[in-house]
């Protein structure tokens, strides 16, 4: 259930003649253009709207349709808005059901959103936030604390979960060769990177490398981040190292090395009629590099097509998803158990298994709270470090 109420198609109509961007003041733009040439205002909308992340400003744009089509049908007034009629909003919504009318139709976290869309809005548009008044917080604690609940959390993919996946991989050879090797890169990469769906989807041919370990001569994949969700503006110039793998199967640099060359494949035509061949050796020594690094920010996981065409736009955050719970599925695992965070979660709890320090783990998953990483020992080693033990019982 996407909006509270179905919005009314003038509201609707209205909204589509905003920028992409609801946190742009269309108002301002206008006189930016009024002033200076058009590709100089063109270039201040364009950089306007890279401020913010798509899933950030796509969750907010929607968010606002909602609070917008409530205004029009109640006929109060949107922006700015007045600080009862957004708790009035959120109330409503927070006494919403799904359309199976059993579950809620909003979790508090989605309603804080919807809040934080509001007073988004109104800060582009110089407006004081509706958001900060007392009865706005008040309403919004009342909802956290009826509605307390275990945040339902998805499965972690663990290295056997990891393995029946891979299992389920289509069988060589044409149209299933595409979507097979750049399924199985995304799975090791994902896994053994401890990255984010948004991470895996926004990487391009010229954020990866491989090099060769100084201390075992063996190869390793470096992928730079180029930006993260702690790290929106790529300042910190995150990256993760991923070692070559024991087995060729279960190798990310292995998977890499099969993927980039195909991917080096000039045409549909002769992809199709290419001669694939499958191996169980290690395929990464010597492996010197793809010449599609080349600065032209090719994506490295495109969208690939049930005929074998691969796409030049990248598959999206949804779609690792998507591939995630696709594979569980056949794998005979319950498809709704997992997300795209189970593979960044299944890192952490499997290198908690392994042994592997706090720091370790945060080193390579690029986390700056500790307390996220011991969620994730807790859940793998219950009984390590506990007192319970020692009671005797």
């Keep these: 259930m996407g909006e509270l109420i179905p919005l009314p198609e003038p509201v609707r109509v209205a909204l589509g003649d905003r920028p992409r961007s609801v ?20 270039a201040l909308a364009k950089y306007l709207e890279e401020s913010q992340s798509p899933n950030t400003l796509r969750a907010y744009r929607a968010d606002w349709i909602g609070w917008a089509g409530w ?33 809620w139709a909003f979790a508090p976290s989605t309603l804080e959103r919807k809040a934080a869309a509001i007073a988004a809005v109104h800060a582009a548009n110089g407006l004081p936030s509706p958001t900060r008044s007392d009865v706005v917080r008040l309403t919004l604690r009342g909802i956290r604390r009826s509605r307390r609940a275990q945040p339902k959390r998805k499965r972690p993919v663990l290295l056997h979960t990891l393995t029946e996946l891979l299992a389920q991989l289509p069988e060589p050879g044409w149209p299933t060769e595409p979507a097979r090797r750049r399924d199985a890169l995304v799975l090791l990469i994902g ?31 470096i992928i730079r981040l180029p930006v993260t969700k702690t790290d929106p503006t790529g300042v910190r110039q995150q990256q993760v190292a991923l070692p070559r793998g024991q087995r060729p199967d279960t190798c990310p640099v292995c998977a890499y090395v099969a993927w980039t060359e195909l991917l080096e494949i000039p045409t549909h035509e002769q992809l199709r009629s290419h001669a694939f061949t499958t191996t169980k050796v290690h395929r990464c020594h010597g492996f010197q590099g793809t010449a599609l ?9 495109p969208s690939v097509s049930k005929h074998g065409r691969i796409s030049a736009k990248a598959m999206s955050g949804r779609a690792v998803a998507e591939l995630v719970k696709r594979y569980a599925a056949k794998a005979g695992l319950d498809p709704q ?8 979660a299944g890192f952490a709890t499997q290198a908690a298994l392994g042994g592997a320090s706090d720091r370790e783990i945060m080193r390579q998953g690029r986390w700056a709270n500790p307390r996220t990483v011991h969620r994730y020992i807790r859940i793998a080693t219950p009984l390590e470090d506990n007192a319970v033990t020692k009671l005797g019982l």
């Design 337 to 344: 158990l997992f997300s795209g965070h189970s593979l960044r």
């Design 293 to 301: 690094s080349d600065g032209t920010g090719r994506p490295l996981f």
């Design 23 to 42: 946190l742009i003041d269309s108002a301002a733009l206008a006189q930016v253009r009024a002033r200076f040439a058009d590709a100089q205002a063109e």
């Design 71 to 103: 205004c029009a049908r109640e006929e109060r007034q949107a922006l700015p808005a007045d600080p009862l009629d957004v708790a009035v909003y959120l109330a409503a919504a927070a006494e919403a059901r799904a359309d199976d009318g059993a579950r």
């Design 191 to 221: 896994f053994a990177g401890a990255l984010r769906r948004s991470e895996l989807a926004t990487i391009c041919l010229d954020d990866v490398d491989v090099q060769t370990d100084p201390g075992t001569g063996e190869p390793v994949l």
